[in-house]
């Protein structure tokens, strides 16, 4: 090659001058603060995902020590202390606590439980314990559980980060030679040291670059001389600037944003330990699995809030049965009464007799399922909400549920469906990955070429520091080697390419044809999943109607069987029909029965129709913005100085005051009486609204409890007792209201008599 002005070799030579001549005017101090720059603009990074502020306060809410990792008494003792017996049908009464569903929501986002994850069954809670899996315990539903994992996740964003981290590598060694050898080789007898430091940083595209200090010290023993004089002791520095970079294979921002691991470097392996595999999928990959941790977090909210509500409103209902029960209860009581006084005189049928006995019996066992039902779906509420199964009250709720007609638009929720299911989200979030391994197999279909350069200053004396020279055959040199070193008088340079190419790519081929299945696999499942969205989203928009429906008809039938009691009483007391006849009391028999039985039917109704209503929502994805709840990250921020459950608990008692005040109630008769509504008032519900609990119990008849006979045919005496009886006391009731032939007691027309059908005092 002719070494003129375009030649290679002219250019290399011109760019080794311009760089000896900015060399030799730097002085170990600028290089000391350039050194140091690199260092620190290198290790700039992004804040931890969890802070210590974070950290002590997980920790104080979850009741550990500042350090548990050293606390070796952490999971000895149970978290639990003592807990109460739970409450059982023999004695099932306890204080009251009236609970609105904010509350039980808010409640259950502290320290609440899952549940079950299925829209069919949704308001069961899991009572299965944890498994192991070989590498640790899996199985809790706890959503404090849940809310650590995406944190866990988050913080393989900033390990991903660190492959780009700079790095200080730095050894020493020490050595001495003393070989029984003649001639020449007994010139390397002695002792050596050798330092070295690198400061290498890794480049986002894929290359490295650092700076490589060394110093190798040598005392022979037996110095060569004559012709070979050396310099004796010796001080050799090297300064080397090196830079790599992949050329075809790895190179480039996007594609080290996906590898698995760092490229790799042959100037600095000392590299390619720390860098190999932190996260699979590298920095994208690590977000997205971040984004779809987040997602199944939300999903897993998502069933919890269902599963509140619907086990608020089955508690709700519960309550409504066991009421549904007593009224029931009250009036087969009294047709017992009537029936065996008029059977003493002997005026009355005893198969009669037998059968009102007989109801008689079916209501108490109804009251009795009724009973356990209330402190089955308290439990399992309990449970949710991540409550001791027993702390001496009983939860009633306070809300009143939804009767308004809800018609939703069709478009608008299967749009939301679409956007908002985090199911969905992370389908999504796996095809963006299953993209990215397509690219990342692509890459590696691409021969590894690689270029390397580096130019490094060289220093010899025997010592480090200090004046003076020393006489080489080469003339003077300084005896100081790092200012031999800082000279520019010696300087050494390299450039140079590698390549490694596979033959064949089999291997390469393969990943490629994994990573492309995979891809139309990920396809398929976003499809799967949206039509199942779909399938769902339409069950839950025809069950939304159906159930609305039921309701009007239900209470269309509740209202006409009451209109035939009613109708019955009035027979009666224009002497019309004999009250002691078979035709009389099979109609009464028959008429208590279905009466009772479609009130709770009609309760049934309103609680699915509430149901609905949240599963519905659950699956359009909105369940979140309907109870106000929002997912945030990091610490709870300064503006939030009272928990959301005090605020919540403080609704619930004036939610409690003001219907015990009577302000959800109108009345369309004049004020005036004592004892609650006026004579002859018809206390109504607003349209649309259904009574609450408290009004269901706090405004009906009172209720004493008797014990009748086991026999039959013996004549009850009943025995009055001092005081009433528990609110969910099993035992038969005793009731002057309604009378045999009253209209039975419903939350439309409720008597205001004194007493309460379930005490709340």
Known sequence: MRKNGNSLESRIAALCRCLRKLLRSVRLPSLFLFAVSLFLLSACQKTVFIREPDLFEASQRLDLTLNPEYDPTSGVVPFLGRVGEPATVID?????????????????????????QSIRSPGLPTDDLVNFTGVGVVGSDAIRVFALQPAIDGANIDAALGRFDAQWITGMSWSAQDNPTQGLASFTNGSGANFNTALAK??????????????????????????????????????????????????????????????????????????????????????????????????????????????????????????????????????????????????YDPVLLAQTR????????????????????????????????????RLVPADTPTLAPIVP???????????????????????????????????????DLRAQATYAMVGLGNRLDGNGTIITPAGAIPSNSLRTLFSGDFANWTVGLTMNVPIGFRTEYARMRQARLELAKSYAVLKDQEKKAHN???????????????????????????????????????????????????????????????????????????????????????IQQRDNVHIAEGPVPMAAQIRAVEHERERSRSVVIKRRLGFPLRTNAPAGGTGGAPAGAVERWPEGVAPPLPALWERGPGLDKIELPDDAEASPKPRQRQQAAPALQNQPIQSTQPTLLQAPASPEHAPAAAGAAISFQ
């Open 358 to 393: 007989a109801q008689y019996e079916l209501f108490r066992v109804e009251r009795l399922k009724a009973i356990g039902q209330v402190l089955e779906e308290e439990r399992t509420l309990r449970i949710l909400l991540g409550m001791p199964i027993e702390d001496g009250t």
């Open 409 to 447: 638009n069709w478009d608008a929720a299967y749009e939301d469906a679409l956007s908002l299911r985090p199911e969905l989200v992370m389908a999504r979030e796996d095809l963006k990955a299953k993209q990215f391994g397509v690219v990342v197999a692509q890459n590696l279909l691409r021969p």
């Open 202 to 347: 890794p480049l986002p595209t894929g290359g490295v670059a650092g700076i490589t200090f060394s110093t190798v010290y040598q005392n022979l023993i037996n110095p060569p001389g004559g012709l070979f004089p050396v310099v004796n002791p010796s001080y050799t520095t090297n300064l080397q600037f090196g830079m790599e970079q992949p050329l075809w294979r790895n190179n480039g921002v996007a594609i080290n944003q996906l590898l698995d691991n760092f490229p790799g470097s042959v100037l600095f392996p000392g590299l390619n330990a720390r860098t190999s595999a932190i996260v699979p999928g590298g920095i994208l990959i690590a977000r997205l699995r971040f984004d779809e941790q987040r997602a199944e977090f939300e999903r897993r909210l998502n069933y919890m809030l269902l599963n509140v509500e619907v086990s608020y409103w089955r508690l709700y209902g519960a309550y409504v049965t066991l009421f549904a029960a007593e009224q029931g209860l009250r009036q087969s009581i009294e047709t017992w009464r009537f029936a065996n006084t008029h059977y003493q005189v002997g005026d």
């Open 92 to 116: 099932p009464e306890r204080t009251p606590r009236f609970m609105t569903l904010m509350e039980a929501i808010a409640i259950a986002l502290e320290s609440g439980t899952v549940g079950a």
């Open 536 to 622: 769902i989203l339409a069950r839950q928009y025809r069950l939304l109607i159906e159930s609305y429906k039921t309701i009007e008809i239900r209470r269309i039938r509740r209202q006409t069987l009451a209109q035939e009691l009613k109708l019955l009483a009035d027979k009666v007391a224009v002497g019309t029909i004999d009250p002691t006849s078979r035709k009389f009391g099979d109609s009464l028999l028959d008429a208590q029965r279905l009466w009772a039985l479609s009130l709770s039917e009609e309760y049934q109704a309103i609680v699915d129709y509430n149901n609905n209503l949240a599963q519905f929502e659950f699956t359009k994805g909105t």
